[in-house]
C-alpha cells in the first residue's frame, strides 16, 4: 500500500507561483511512476504531469513549460512546480502513484493510489 498526502495549494493571483509537494509512505517509491492530475469545478480529472522511475517526465500541453515535475527518491516526495498560473489553472490538483514498474504512466487509470488533493484557485 502506498499513501499520499498532498499540500502547498492555496489562491494566489494570475502570474504568481506555487509549488505543490507530495509526501508518499509505502513501499517502492523509488520503482513507481508518479503524476499529478487536477479536477475543475464540473468537469473531469484531467493529467497534468508525470515523472517516471528513471526521472523522465511527461507533461499535458496546457501546463507544459510552466509546471515542471520532481521528485526525490530518497526523501519520498513528488513537487509540482506552478509558474505564470492562469486563472483555468483553478482546480483540485491530485498526486498520484501506479504500480510498481518503470514507463510513462497518462491515464488515471494506470495510477493505483490516490491523495485528497489541495485546492489551487487562481484570480485575474
Known amino acids: 500500500q502506498v499513501a499520499l498526502v498532498e499540500s502547498g495549494g492555496g489562491l494566489v493571483q494570475a502570474g504568481d507561483s506555487l509549488r505543490l509537494s507530495c509526501a508518499a509512505s509505502?513501499?517502492?517509491?523509488?520503482?513507481?511512476?508518479m503524476g499529478w492530475f487536477r479536477q475543475a469545478p464540473g468537469k473531469e480529472r484531467v493529467f497534468v504531469a508525470t515523472?517516471?522511475?528513471?526521472?523522465?517526465?511527461g507533461y499535458s500541453d496546457s501546463v507544459k513549460g510552466r509546471f515542471p515535475i520532481s521528485r526525490d527518491n530518497a526523501g519520498n516526495m513528488v513537487y509540482l512546480q506552478m509558474n505564470s498560473l492562469k486563472p483555468e489553472d483553478t482546480a483540485v490538483y491530485c498526486c498520484?502513484?501506479?504500480?510498481?514498474?518503470?514507463?510513462?504512466?497518462?491515464?488515471?487509470?494506470?495510477?493505483?493510489?490516490w491523495g485528497q488533493g489541495t485546492q489551487v484557485t487562481v484570480s485575474s
Open positions: 498520484a502513484g501506479a504500480a510498481i514498474g518503470t514507463g510513462f504512466r497518462y491515464n488515471a487509470a494506470d495510477y493505483a493510489y
Open positions: 509505502g513501499r517502492a517509491f523509488s520503482a513507481r511512476s
Open positions: 515523472i517516471t522511475s528513471p526521472k523522465l517526465t
